[in-house]
């Protein structure tokens, strides 16, 4: 197998498929990658939402999991959520924020304006999270004044520095300020607090992945279901907590 990194750059993620192809590729597995174009050869893209002829994307359910993390917060009390919305870069980033939006609406949760923040909203090629954009971001939060009691953050990654701005700042997670994430990596068991996040089947979406192409491969590239949702999973650790009164 090949693999190439495309680093979010627009004439790679177009490039790289021709030139994998034009080596004899059987097929391609995508990752986070946008299809641009009607590919000759059977594709499963992986957190792909594009529906286009010949490719079939392996999802997790967003309103699912979404839902989930926002119920937890609301049996705990939270009303004044912070949200960190994901860099334009990543693919799951307006299907989640959808899913945000519904659960909110279904919750009689209101998504403030003032609450929310993109992350690298100033990039013009965003580019994979690293925990310095949550800690600068929550810094962000924290400028406004605004209260609230609990941060929705996009990943795990963003959380995590989220924390460590949170605690910079004099505020005790969870009982000032409760913090969820989402993917759980696997530095998130093992945080102080450990992360409470939704987990997202990672392992599992790529075995399905791979499964998917070999199938499609044998048979000749015939016909492939145009999506499979996985199904999240809440893990409830320490960073979340009853709401302080504000």
């Not at 939402?49 to 392996?58: L, M, S, W, Y």
């Not at 699912?64 to 049996?75: G, N, P, Q, Y």
């Not at 693919?91 to 993109?118: C, F, H, M, N």
């Amino acid at each position: 197998y090949f693999v190439a990194s495309h680093r979010g750059k627009p004439d790679l993620i177009q490039e790289y498929p021709r030139m994998l192809i034009d080596r004899a590729v059987e097929g391609l597995i995508l990752l986070n990658t946008p299809v641009a174009e009607v590919l000759r050869v059977p594709v499963v893209a992986i957190s792909g939402h594009h529906r286009v002829p010949g490719v079939t994307n392996i999802v997790v359910d967003n309103k699912k999991a979404t839902f989930a993390a926002l119920e937890h917060l609301v049996k705990l009390g939270h009303r004044r959520i912070a949200f960190f919305k994901g860099h334009r870069g990543s693919s799951d980033t307006e299907y989640r924020w959808r899913g945000v939006l519904g659960a909110a609406a279904k919750l009689g949760i209101e998504v403030r304006p003032e609450l929310t923040i993109q992350l690298q909203h100033d990039a013009r090629n965003p580019s994979p999270s690293v925990p310095e954009e949550g800690y600068v971001t929550a810094q962000e939060l924290l400028a406004t004044g605004e209260r609230f009691t609990a941060l929705f953050a996009f990943n795990d990654i963003s959380a995590i520095g989220a924390v460590r701005a949170f605690r910079d700042a004099g505020l005790r997670v969870p009982e000032d300020v409760s913090a969820m994430g989402f993917f759980d990596i696997q530095a998130a068991a093992y945080l102080t607090p450990r992360l409470t996040t939704v987990r997202q089947p990672l392992r599992q979406m790529g075995e399905m992945a791979a499964k998917q192409l070999l199938l499609r491969i044998s048979n000749g590239n015939g016909k492939a279901p145009p999506l499979i949702s996985m199904t999240p999973e809440l893990v409830v650790r320490e960073s979340t907590g009853p709401a302080r009164v504000l």
